[in-house]
Each structure stands twice: as structure tokens, then as C-alpha cells.
């Protein structure tokens, strides 16, 4: 049975943030943490899917919302010190209920986010799926054992990038070809709907690969 609850933090704003806590019954002892890009959600494919297999392989989700996209249609550099902040404060209050196994995912600029919640933490404590990160991204990448999604035409994450993280021997890099920031291919929806099916299944390898350590 699955639990619906939310861990709430409050913005500088003024808003609450109401992020989804889904829950297992009996109690896991796994917590799964989505990170969100700017402009995609967790209700969006790649992280709503993400969601469903880890929920379905037994832990713990948590949804991270960001509030500074309900107040401001785009991002601000400057919001982004108080948009991690609230980030932490949700990871924080979530994490306090005590877990053996704890995985990020994360998305775009949510990868630079739980990175540096990652280091915050202690990278050696975490699990990391970078789904197409970007360049701000790589000094967490190359600091962590972790997991990289890219797209070889995702025009945010350069050629130039993935050569500085691919000569890393703990960072595991898949390039999926074709694949644009979004992990889709713009001009055949069937490529993109098997690029989805691989990703889910590699969300849920990595979180039973990681529960098996």
C-alpha cells in the first residue's frame, strides 16, 4: 500500500511548497528524491515514469517542487541560491525518517541542485542519476560515483562536456543517440516513446543495482 503525504517548507516568497511524499506500508527502507528541471516537472514523462518504477521496486518517493516557477514563468540565476535552499529543507525533513538506501534523480538544472545537496550530505551516502545535465553539473559528476543520461544532440551538454566526464572511470555515461535535452527525438515520437521504456528500466537497474551493494 502506498502512502500520500507532503513535506512542506516554506519559500522566501511567502508560498508553501507542498512536495509529494509517496510512502510505502509496511515502512522501506529506500528513499528515492526527485529533482526537477526548471521547466520539467516530475509529473512530466521522464521523472513521472522514474517515479513509478522506483515506487514499484519498493522505496520511497519524494517529488521536489520549486516554487520560483508558480511566481516566475522562467529561471533567474539569482534565484537559484534560495531555490536550493528550500530544496535542502525538504531533503533534510525527508531523510530525518532515517534510510539504508537513498538515490537522487535528477533532471537539467535539478542535476546541479542534487549535486550540490550531494556533496553537502557526503557523496559516498548517495546514489546519483544525472538525467542530462548540464555544464554546471560536472564538478559533482566527477567528484561522485555516479550515472549520466545525455542526449548526443542535446544542445545544453556539448561534445566538449561529455569528453571531461567520460574519462572518469566511476562515472557511468550513456549516450543515447539523437536524443535532444528533452531525451526525445523532435521528428519521431516512436524513437522517443522506446527512449522513455530504456531510461524507465534503467531508473529501476539503478535503484535494485544500489540496493544489492
Not at 531555490?83 to 534523480?105: H, M, Q
Request: glycine share 6%; with cysteine.
Amino acid at each position: 500500500m502506498i502512502k500520500r503525504s507532503y513535506i512542506t517548507v516554506k519559500s522566501s516568497w511567502r508560498h508553501h511548497i507542498n512536495n509529494l511524499f509517496l510512502t510505502q506500508e509496511p515502512k522501506s527502507d529506500s528513499i528515492v528524491i526527485l529533482f526537477p528541471g526548471g521547466d520539467y516537472s516530475c509529473d512530466k514523462p521522464l521523472l513521472h515514469y522514474a517515479r513509478k518504477a522506483t515506487l514499484l521496486s519498493g522505496c520511497n518517493v519524494l517529488s521536489l517542487e520549486y516554487v520560483y516557477f508558480k511566481t516566475n514563468n522562467s529561471f533567474k540565476g539569482e534565484l537559484f541560491e534560495q531555490t536550493l535552499k528550500e530544496a535542502k529543507e525538504a531533503v533534510e525533513i525527508c531523510l530525518s525518517n532515517g534510510y539504508k538506501n537513498i538515490y537522487f534523480i535528477s533532471k537539467s538544472l535539478g542535476t546541479v541542485i542534487a549535486g550540490e545537496i550531494s556533496r553537502y550530505i557526503g557523496y559516498d551516502n548517495i546514489n546519483n542519476l544525472f538525467l542530462t545535465p548540464i555544464p554546471n553539473t560536472i564538478p559533482y559528476i566527477v567528484d561522485s560515483k555516479c550515472t549520466v543520461v545525455t542526449g548526443s544532440k542535446d544542445k545544453f551538454f556539448s561534445m566538449e562536456d561529455i569528453n571531461k566526464i567520460n574519462k572518469y572511470p566511476q562515472v557511468e555515461l550513456k549516450i543515447i543517440e539523437g536524443a535532444a535535452h528533452s531525451l526525445e527525438i523532435d521528428e519521431d515520437y516512436m524513437k522517443s516513446l522506446e527512449i522513455l521504456i530504456s531510461v524507465t528500466k534503467l531508473c529501476e537497474d539503478f535503484i535494485m543495482s544500489g540496493t544489492k551493494k
